[in-house]
């Protein structure tokens, strides 16, 4: 598939790439070059719900403990 850019820079991409990556006008996407070229991958609105409070927590303790103590502790083999 090729496509042509516009003397405004702008590239449309093809109907089969869109379907297949799911965009829709407004949809964000990512460029990243690589050696000989680029990739263009679907990209994401704002920040994943996790990110905003990873690291938060500063209990000292292994995250297995944590969870142990929560749901009690894991069957023995």
Known sequence: MTSTVSSK???TLPATVRRAL???PGTPVDFE???G???VRKGVRGSHPVDRVYGMLKSGRRSDALVDEMRG???RR
């Open 33 to 35: 070059l690589v050696p």
């Open 73 to 75: 502790p894991r069957p």
């Open 37 to 39: 070229g680029a990739v």
């Open 9 to 11: 820079g702008q590239v």
């Open 22 to 24: 799911g965009l829709r």
